[in-house]
Structure formats: C-alpha cells, structure tokens
C-alpha cells in the first residue's frame, strides 16, 4: 500500500510517475512507477523498495516549460482558462518565464552586436522571441535598455510558413518549451536562418543527434553560456493548478545553459573571447563540448 506521504512527479499524459529526487545521466527524470485506469500511482516494486526513503522526501518542484508537473496522490487536475486563451494548443507545464539574472548575462553580446551592426542605440537592436508565455521577456530586455522586442501571442510555426507575416530582427532570443518536439523544431528552424541565436535550454540538448546534425554537422558551432547559479523559473500567476503545500520552489528540474551562435564562425568566436574576458562571477563560457565536460570537472 502506498503511503499518501509519498511525493512523486507525474506525467499524466504518458501515464508514467517519476522520482521527485533521482535523475538519470541525461538529465531526465527517473521513472519510478505509472498510472493505472483509473489515475491511480502504482510504484514499481523494485524502484519502491530501492528508493522508498528518496520518495517520501518532503520536497516539491514546480517545472519550467516541461511536461513533468508535481502532485500529490489523487489531486484533482483542473483546467487553467488562462491557458485557453491562447490560439494554439499548449501545455501548462510549458509555462515559465526566463529571469532577469539570465538577459543581463548575455548583455554584453547584444550590445556588441549592436555595434557590429551600426546601430546608435541598443534601443535601436531588434530582438524576436516567437515563443510567448506572458510577456515578461518584453518588459526584463526593456529594463536593460532594449525595448524593440518581437514576443507576440501567435503559433510562430504558422508564422515561419509564411514569409509575409515573418518578423524582421537582428537577434533570435528565445527559451522554448522544453516539452515535445519543441527543441528540435526550433534548432531546425534557427539552423536554416542566417542571424545570430541565443537558445536557452537544457544543458543535455546539445547530446541529442539533432543537434549535431543541425549545429556542428552544418558548420554552426556555438558557444555555451553555463551559469554559475541555476536559473530559477516562475510561471506568471494563475497558470498552474494551486499545490497543497504554499511553500513550493519554483525551478526547473533541468540545468539550463545559453546556447549561441553569432551568424558567422568569426562573430561567434569574437562572443567567445569578450565573455571570456568579463570574468563573470555569474557564468562560465565554453567553446565547445570538450570545453563543457572541462567546466563539469571543476566543480
């Protein structure tokens, strides 16, 4: 019998059940059980009897734009009519915005790109974000001095059917949702545009095939913005179902990293050395993947 002081992840879509503690190499989240016909958890005997004292930790994790979203045992799952409104189909667990800390680490790039274009003001740079969630990504790039941001409420994969609705911009900035095929449409789509891209995302995308096709294999190779403390993601109000519990960490279950390509081979490793050359105490860089398990060893 399961204890209702057991604490799991659940992803009622898949009808599986996840470790709210234990992660595999990856970085996703270890299955620990499933959902059974009538949306009950039943935890597989072996996980539960190896990780018992892990699953009844009291911990609880709000995710950001992922589709793996904490419950208790039996909560009733409600639908958000703030997530109605929008004129695509969604997921609310996808619903997360980016925090200030994570614009002002890449400031430095915009503002350089900037000059490299000629433009007399960073008010002046253009920036696309085709990913909505609730506008916030607007107002943090405001705050630093870049007010011409492109984040509208739209299906961007409709928009980029169609040339005419096409948004003109300098920069590609975007979070995306980390559910789905999300990812790897957008590094399609990003890899076949020739502008500069600033991805913030898990630190495991740049392991998938797709990647390496899209990236290295088409002679994109970027660079890796780590930071040095975690991101921490907020979903805007009223666009979870409440928890029991009102104290919650609101994070990502996933280590997110800026992944950025300047347009060309000389403006990304010009990026490279003038993020070197901050010696910020809010990141590392690395210029590649070998340079990336070398910031893992340091730790």
């Known amino acids: 019998m399961i204890s209702t002081n057991v604490f799991v992840l659940i992803d009622r879509k898949a009808g599986k059940v996840y470790s709210s503690t234990e992660l595999l190499p990856n970085g996703e989240r270890k299955q620990v059980g499933k959902l059974d016909d009538n949306g009950r958890v039943i935890l597989l ?33 409600k639908d958000d009519p ?55 990504v607007a107002l943090h790039l405001k705050s630093l001095g870049f007010p011409e941001v492109y984040n509208k409420k739209e299906d961007c994969y409709e928009v980029w059917k169609d040339p005419s609705h096409y948004p003109e911009y300098d920069v590609f900035l975007t979070n995306p949702p980390y559910s789905g095929v999300h990812v790897e449409k957008l590094m399609q789509h990003v890899s076949s545009c020739n502008k500069p891209w600033m991805l913030l995302m898990p630190n495991f995308v740049h392991k998938k095939d797709y990647f390496q096709r899209l990236t290295v294999n088409n ?20 666009f979870r179902e409440k928890k029991v519990s009102d104290t919650h960490k609101k994070s990502s279950p996933f280590i997110s990293m800026w992944y950025i390509w300047g347009g060309s081979k000389e403006m990304t490793d010009k990026w490279f050395q003038l993020l070197r050359n901050q010696k910020s105490s809010t990141y590392d860089v690395a210029r590649s993947k070998s340079g990336l398990r070398d910031l893992r060893r340091k730790k």
Not at 116 to 130: G, T
């Open 82 to 136: 703030s997530i109605s409104s929008f004129p695509f189909k969604t997921d609310s667990d996808d619903h997360c915005e980016s925090p200030l800390v994570a614009y002002e680490d890449i400031c430095p790039l915009l503002e350089s790109y900037k000059r490299l274009i000629r433009k007399k003001s960073n008010r002046e740079l253009s920036i696309y974000d085709p990913y909505y969630c609730d506008g916030r």
């Open 45 to 77: 005997q072996e996980e539960f009897e190896e990780g018992n004292s892990q699953l009844t930790t009291p911990t609880t994790t709000t995710t950001a734009r992922r589709g793996i979203h904490k419950k208790e045992e039996n909560a009733n799952v």
């Open 219 to 238: 002679g994109q190779c970027p660079i890796y913005l780590v930071p040095k403390k975690r991101y921490i993601y907020q979903p805007p109000p009223n």
